[in-house]
């Protein structure tokens, strides 16, 4: 006997015309927050789910997993200090792919600024805000809803935008003037923080310390300032799927509402806000580099009845303009980290293709990492 949940199912995946309602809502050009400033209280077919998705795995309680917190006090005066601090980044790396930072040296209110900025970018004059929305990638500033609105099988309940800061980065007038000033001075010291993190990994790996660096995993950084609204049917969609991200390593700023999840030992484990904190994953092909040593694993965001939730991410490594030196350059196992009892598991490929191959279906048309491709 078909259940009321088997009938909603069925009305989800009945035959509508799925395209006309993605283009009337990509047409608005006010994204998410728009549906709720229209005082929607049934959310779109199109940000609808299937449940097994978001149900997939159970979520841990706090009290058996924690995302480690590492404390960066000390690490450029204090060579005892460094070496602890390696070792926990080492572990965190190999056992986790996420962890948290505190102590990292950028100031709180710069932080506080972040995240307000990008929220007073999201909720400013909505005729404002349209001059921004493109979907052309090759734009270096940009706003829409969902950067793979027409390729995922289900939207996801939140808005961004996207500045491609490195390494060719925009003429300051190119970012919007509400977060102009905080995007350009939270940019350059997560720049630095990125900087000290790729030695402090280097080293990690048994290598020099420069030697990230020197392959080029700082010189392409893609910047995102989500926002969430507070939705009215959470159980029924996504703040982002579940993905890996396609670069080096990924800083995350996040707001205390809280949402984002790791896949860790098959559960979902909440990554807590801890104030002050930032938040650090490493990307797909730093485990490629690392020839699997370190991992770069799933994570997502859950939608949530209460919001505005903000976030800012900088993303190292993952936006390499073509024709550029850095987008030709071939990534792959290092080879200081081979040998006869630890072969290479994948082949070389440029960040260009990595994340072609990795985003063509939208982040939800993913199976398995992106990474399996490219495994000899």
Request: glycine fraction near 8%; hydrophobic fraction near 35%.
């Amino acid at each position: 006997m078909a259940t009321s949940f088997d009938k909603f199912e069925a009305e989800i995946h009945s035959n509508y015309d799925r395209r006309s309602e993605l283009k009337s809502f990509d047409d608005s050009k006010t994204g998410v927050k728009g549906l709720i400033d229209a005082g929607v209280a049934k959310i779109p077919k199109i940000f609808i789910h299937d449940q097994c998705k978001i149900s997939e795995k159970p979520s841990a309680g706090n009290n058996k997993h924690s995302i480690p917190v590492i404390d960066l006090e000390g690490v450029h005066t204090d060579a005892n200090l460094r070496r602890q601090i390696i070792d926990q980044l080492g572990e965190a790396c190999q056992e986790w792919g996420f962890f948290q930072l505190i102590n990292h040296g950028i100031p709180g209110d710069v932080l506080d600024g972040m995240v307000d900025g990008i929220r007073q970018f999201h909720e400013q004059d909505t005729e404002v805000k349209k001059q921004f929305f493109s979907r052309d990638t090759k734009k270096k500033v940009s706003f829409n809803s969902n950067f793979d609105l027409y390729q995922t099988k289900a939207a996801s309940w939140r808005d961004s935008l996207y500045c491609a800061m490195a390494p060719n980065p925009p003429n300051p007038e190119e970012l919007p003037e509400v977060c102009r000033d905080i995007t350009i001075d939270y940019l350059n010291k997560a720049r630095n923080l990125g900087l000290t993190l790729l030695e402090l990994l280097s080293e990690g790996l048994g290598l020099d310390s420069n030697q990230l660096k020197d392959l080029g995993c700082a010189e392409g950084i893609f910047f995102t300032g989500h926002y969430y609204p507070a939705c009215p049917e959470p159980d029924l969609t996504l703040g982002i799927n579940k993905h890996s991200d396609s670069g080096f390593i990924t800083i995350l700023l996040q707001d205390q509402i809280g949402g984002l999840q790791v896949l860790h030992e098959d559960q979902w484990v909440d990554v807590t806000p801890v104030p002050g904190a930032l938040v650090v994953n490493l990307g797909d092909l730093l485990q490629m580099m690392s020839n699997d040593k370190f991992k770069s694993v799933y994570h997502r965001v859950i939608a949530k009845t209460v919001g505005p939730r903000i976030s800012v991410a900088c993303f190292f490594g993952t936006h390499f303009e073509e024709g550029t030196a850095s987008s030709a350059r071939l990534y792959g196992p290092i080879k200081q980290l081979l040998s006869e009892d630890n072969p290479p598991i994948y082949r070389e490929t440029t960040v260009r293709d990595y994340v072609a191959q990795a985003y063509t279906k939208g982040l939800d048309g993913i199976t398995g990492t992106g990474l399996d491709y490219f495994k000899l």
